[in-house]
């Protein structure tokens, strides 16, 4: 039996034995999470068993995914289970809020396909090979409970998402064989897929237009990039879920080896990390110490949402960055900088201003290009 073998067939064992679950996605979630929470939210609630999914807040296409009577309601310190389950995530921070719920639970499980995941959980199923955690998640529940539409549907909405619509090299063999399963289960196939990755609003158009028309190139056309301000996202009446498929655009670029976006995060209004102010002349390290200092004097990395002073007494803004490469490990990348994900898809936060931060990682990049050579 090969390792993964004896992975799955634990957690098989694990899931069938116990009879409280909770389930979590990572922050920020994507399809590929949510269609991993809601499929095995369903298949245990099909096996009669109590379950609960805790998710951040989601953007609306993802309503399509079927299991939202499942997300957990109510206040999160009286979360409680026999087996917490994190799913898709590289990392325990990556839990947010769910972290707490993560450690103060007997049993955990983690179940992810990401090569950065070093096994956080008590049983760990990591499988770097695998195209999406959705592909995984088909493999636990086909051996536990029969797979209905509904639970069809959450799996192939993560398998088209975290595949680019099964477009990526992570797409293999067994992905196809798993969709053409659920194709045959009778799941709205192609209404799914259009809403995964192509319908959009008419905002995020006009967003989509802003940050074409900033882009530009560095290393002779190697490096794609583009940003999106604040104020330019809330001049179109976008919001940053709406930007999701602007780095994959940039990607397509003939000649593109790597193409990054940065946008400044959205917090709520009110919150006071967002907003330039006087600060304390101090480095502010929180708990986790998630915080890593760059080259950069005036910028410190996080993956966390904390208030973060700079040298310069300077409250600066968050800028997130999506990074996507045709070769160079745009992961390793990511995850010396505080964040995390694949070789080819990845992305981090950093604090600075957009200019600075812009410099940084062109640099980071090109240095990544030229030694690859
Ligand atoms: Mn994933």
């Known amino acids: 039996m090969e390792a993964k073998d004896i992975q799955l067939q634990q957690i098989v064992d694990v899931f069938a034995k116990s009879d409280n679950f909770i389930i979590a996605g990572h922050i920020g979630p994507d399809s590929d ?67 707490h719920v993560h450690k103060r639970t007997k049993t955990t499980v983690c179940i992810d396909h990401h090569e950065t995941n070093k096994g956080f959980a008590d049983i760990n199923f990591v499988d770097p090979v695998a195209s999406s955690t959705a592909e995984m998640v088909f493999e636990i529940i086909e051996a536990l409970v029969e797979i209905d539409k509904d639970i069809a549907t959450a799996i192939y909405a993560g398998l088209v998402g975290d595949t680019g619509g099964f477009r990526y090299v992570s797409t293999s063999n067994s992905t196809m064989s798993i969709a053409a399963k659920l194709m045959d289960i009778g799941i709205p196939f192609s209404d799914i897929y259009s809403e995964m990755l192509h319908r959009h609003s008419f905002a995020a158009a006009k967003a989509f237009g802003l940050t074409l028309s900033v882009s530009d190139t560095a290393m002779g056309g190697r490096i794609v990039y583009s940003y999106m301000t604040r104020e330019m996202l809330e001049n179109v009446s976008a919001n940053s879920s709406d930007m999701d498929s602007v780095v994959e655009y940039l990607m397509n ?39 890593t200092k760059t080259n950069s004097a005036d910028v410190i990395v996080s993956t966390e949402n904390e208030m973060i002073y700079t040298k310069n007494s300077l409250i600066q803004r968050q800028i997130k960055i999506s990074m996507r490469s045709r070769d160079v490990h745009v992961g390793l990348i990511a995850a010396s900088l505080g964040g995390g994900g694949h070789k080819l898809a990845a992305g981090c936060t950093i604090i600075g201003t957009l200019a600075d931060v812009i410099n940084q990682m062109l640099e980071v990049v090109a240095q990544a290009l030229e030694s690859d050579n």
């Not at 946008?263 to 009110?270: A, L, P, V």
């Open 33 to 99: 999470t949510i269609g991993s929470c809601f499929g095995l939210a369903l298949a245990f609630a099909k096996l009669g068993k109590t379950v609960s999914v805790i998710l951040e807040p989601f953007a609306s296409k993802y309503k399509i995914i079927p299991g939202r009577e499942h997300l957990f309601q109510g206040n999160i310190d009286t979360a409680n289970a026999d087996v917490f389950i994190a799913v898709d995530c590289a990392d325990v921070a990556r839990l947010g809020c769910a972290l």
């Open 253 to 291: 670029t003939r000649g593109a080896d790597v193409a990054l976006f940065f946008y400044e995060k959205f917090q709520n209004s009110d919150d006071e990390s967002t907003q330039l102010k006087e600060a304390n002349d101090t480095i502010n390290v929180n708990t986790e110490n998630n915080i």
